[in-house]
């Protein structure tokens, strides 16, 4: 082989480590400003679905819920 295609690969697999490093960080931080924006849901937004719906919703129902949504 001759040493100009070895450095092509070896550029190509660095370059490659490099876009991949550099996407990883990026899409963590989309990821983690997201959450910060949109929280997920927690118990009090379940109680507060249910008092819009005229409901009081017992400790039961919100931990099936709870439990539904960690599924």
Request: glycine share 8%; net charge positive.
């Amino acid at each position: 082989m001759s040493s100009g295609l070895v450095m092509s690969i070896v550029y190509f697999v660095v370059g490659g480590l490099i876009g991949a490093a550099i996407s990883f960080f990026v899409t963590k931080k989309s990821f983690e400003k997201q959450l910060k924006e949109n929280p997920p849901i927690n118990e009090k937004m379940i109680r507060a679905m249910y008092s819009q719906m005229g409901r009081k919703p017992s400790e039961a129902q919100i931990r099936a819920i709870m439990k539904s949504m960690g599924q």
